[in-house]
C-alpha cells in the first residue's frame, strides 16, 4: 500500500523503517508512507513497489489480516454486539 501522510494512515501503517531519498517516502511496517502534496515522492514510492515487490514470507497476508481484524465488517458488528449486551446487563 502507498498513502500520503493524512489523518491517521501513519497508524494504519506502522512503524517507519527506512526513509527513502531525500524523505520523498518512508517504508513502514505494512505499506509506504508519501508526504501529502509530494507528486515526486508518491511516483518514488509506487516506483519503488514495483521494482521491489513484497516478500515471499507473508508480509501481503500478514498487512491484510492487520486491516482485517481492526477495520472489518466483522469486527465492527462484533464490538456493536458485544457492546448492546453490556448495556442490557446493565439494566
Known amino acids: 500500500m502507498v498513502a500520503t501522510d493524512s489523518g491517521d ?12 531519498g531525500s524523505d520523498d ?10 508526504k501529502k502534496e509530494n507528486a515526486k515522492g508518491f511516483a518514488m514510492a509506487l516506483k519503488y513497489v ?7 514470507s507473508g508480509r501481503l497476508h500478514r498487512d491484510r489480516d492487520f486491516v482485517e481484524e481492526r477495520f472489518s465488517e466483522q469486527r465492527l458488528l462484533r464490538d456493536i454486539d458485544a457492546l448492546y ?6 439494566r
Open 9 to 20: 494512515v501513519q497508524d494504519l501503517l506502522g512503524q517507519v523503517g527506512s526513509i527513502h
Open 25 to 34: 517516502f518512508r517504508v513502514c511496517e505494512r505499506g509506504i508512507l508519501c
Open 50 to 56: 514495483i521494482n521491489d515487490p513484497p516478500d515471499s
Open 85 to 90: 449486551m453490556e448495556l442490557m446487563e446493565k
